[in-house]
T-cell receptor, first 114, second 117 residues
Framework: ETGVTQTPRHLVMGMTNKKSLKCEQH?????MYWYKQSAKKPLELMFV???????ENNSVPSRFSPECPNSSHLFLHLHTLQPEDSALYLC?????????????FGPGTRLLVL | AQSVAQPEDQVNVAEGNPLTVKCTYS??????LFWYVQYPNRGLQFLLK??????LVKGSYGFEAEFNKSQTSFHLKKPSALVSDSALYFC???????????????FGKGTKLSVIP
């Protein structure tokens, strides 16, 4: 285990639903990340938080809404998703935000949008 | 912009044989290079990284990688493959360049390693 947990592990939702993904890290890290992993594509960085402040939004559609209430917790709120949003959503954390920092990943939430 | 190429979608190797998973990169400035492994239904696990210093980096589970600046490569190697090494391997790069977003970790598409008993 890497010390990063994600819930739920699997989620099926309709296009009109609202759901949230949760990530928690027990490593005392200060930076947290959301990634999207689709088949046959590189990991796509979605959001970055550093000391609870959002520092990066990689042109992610507004139907994805992140929230970071503290350095240990990160949420991804989902609403009116599209079938192409089906993917594995990975959360990661690192001690601080920096180019040399190792990121530690959670197991991911497998999302299916019907 | 920085990028990573993993030229092989799949690598097959017999158990006990040496394995190599290839990675080449493109960055501005000095690179920071990482290897991660992903087992089925799991997140990515960190294997090793190159920041500076010795070009041969040793990591977890007997893996090592060699940084070659002239060839802009960072190939992952293991002297003797195990069936349990079968997984998806990702190379990633960030750089010392101070441009916007350059701290981001850019991943390759991944290479599926199959170790045949």
């Amino acid at each position: 285990e890497t010390g990063v947990t994600q819930t739920p592990r699997h989620l099926v939702m309709g296009m009109t639903n609202k759901k949230s993904l949760k990530c928690e890290q027990h490593l005392g890290h200060n930076a947290m990340y959301w990634y999207k992993q689709s088949a046959k594509k590189p990991l796509e960085l979605m959001f970055v938080y550093n000391f609870k402040e959002q520092t990066e939004n990689n042109s992610v559609p507004s139907r994805f809404s992140p929230e970071c209430p503290n350095s240990s917790h990160l949420f991804l709120h989902l609403h009116t998703l599209q079938p192409e949003d089906s993917a594995l959503y990975l959360c990661a954390s690192s001690p601080r935000m920096g180019r040399q920092e190792t990121q530690y990943f959670g197991p991911g939430t497998r999302l299916l949008v019907l | 912009a920085q990028s990573v190429a993993q030229p092989e979608d799949q690598v097959n190797v017999a158990e006990g044989n040496p394995l190599t998973v290839k990675c080449t990169y493109s960055v501005s400035g000095n690179p920071y290079l990482f290897w991660y492994v992903q087992y089925p239904n799991r997140g990515l696990q960190f294997l090793l990284k190159y920041i500076t210093g010795d070009n041969l980096v040793k990591g977890s589970y007997g893996f090592e990688a060699e940084f070659n600046k002239s060839q802009t490569s960072f190939h992952l190697k293991k002297p003797s493959a195990l069936v349990s090494d079968s997984a998806l391997y990702f190379c990633a790069v960030s750089s010392a360049y101070s441009g916007a977003g350059s701290y981001q970790l850019t991943f390759g598409k991944g290479t599926k390693l199959s170790v045949i008993p």
